[in-house]
């Protein structure tokens, strides 16, 4: 199964950037549909984005559709996700995920950004 190690969180201010990023190891990441998921304080986890293999297909929770952006860089087996426009709902820990059809799932350690209002 693929390593992932999550990067670029941080503090932000209501309406700024971020862009988190994701490095691979340990498999081979063009075969894999990688996502990003948060889980909010004293929240579930859940979704936010996916990319298929190729970057030909992208999906986003309604909360975030418009706001952020899922990409990938098969040559250097890094996913992003950029996050414009943030509010403080959007204050969680953001986890990166990979699988693939037999693999199941893999997941990061995750990357804490916090928006102050």
């Known amino acids: 199964q693929v390593q992932l190690v999550e990067s670029g969180g941080g503090l932000v201010q209501a309406g700024g950037s971020l862009r988190l990023s994701c490095a691979a190891s340990g498999g081979t990441f063009s075969t894999y549909r990688m996502g990003w998921y948060r889980q909010p304080p004293g929240k579930v986890r859940e979704f936010v984005a996916r990319i298929s293999e190729n970057s030909d297909m992208t999906d986003y929770a309604t909360s975030v559709q418009g706001r952020f952006t899922i990409s990938r860089d098969n040559a250097k087996k890094t996913v992003y996700l950029q996050m414009n426009s943030l509010k403080p709902e959007d204050t969680a820990i953001y986890y990166c995920?990979?699988?693939?059809?037999?693999?199941?799932?893999?997941w990061g350690q995750g990357t804490q950004v916090t928006v102050s209002s």
């Open positions: 995920t990979g699988d693939t059809a037999t693999s199941g799932i893999s």
